[in-house]
């Protein structure tokens, strides 16, 4: 009895810890990492996802924005090319996350997130300098 009861307890703890990873089709990376994918990918998609005022006060060269907050979010994603690779990123890695699980569930096939957004990609920038 005692033996069913642990058995049961370990199985319902794997089933919930599944649940809460993301989907496979999500890396989330550090900036050094990110930068180099978007480097090295031609034509690369990259997905701003905060808001316009926060994007006119700076983004990464040759980001799209749309607004996860928005009401279009997966109208505007849906214009995208699901099987190319989408590196998205926010302000502080919190609603690209969010938004990256969005996409995996229209189908898109490879998604980066920005670990820690665009403070982390400006903060590294500045150390460089």
């Not at 999500?26 to 990259?46: C, G, H, M, R």
Request: include cysteine.
């Amino acid at each position: 009895m005692k033996l069913k009861s642990i058995l049961t307890f370990c199985l319902i703890s794997m089933l919930l810890s599944c649940n809460a990873q993301t989907s496979k089709n999500i890396k989330t990376v550090e900036v050094p990492a990110f930068a180099k994918e978007i480097k090295t990918t031609q034509k690369p998609q990259i997905l701003d996802v905060r808001t316009p005022e926060e994007f006119n006060q700076g983004h990464l060269e040759k980001a799209l924005n749309i607004d996860w907050l928005g009401d279009h979010f997966v109208q505007d994603a849906e214009k995208l090319n699901k099987n190319k690779a989408v590196y998205i990123y926010c302000r502080s890695g919190k609603r690209s996350l969010k938004a990256s699980e969005k996409l995996a569930e229209m189908g898109f096939k490879k998604i980066y997130n920005l670990e820690g957004g665009y403070q982390k990609w400006t903060a590294e920038s500045n150390k460089k300098q």
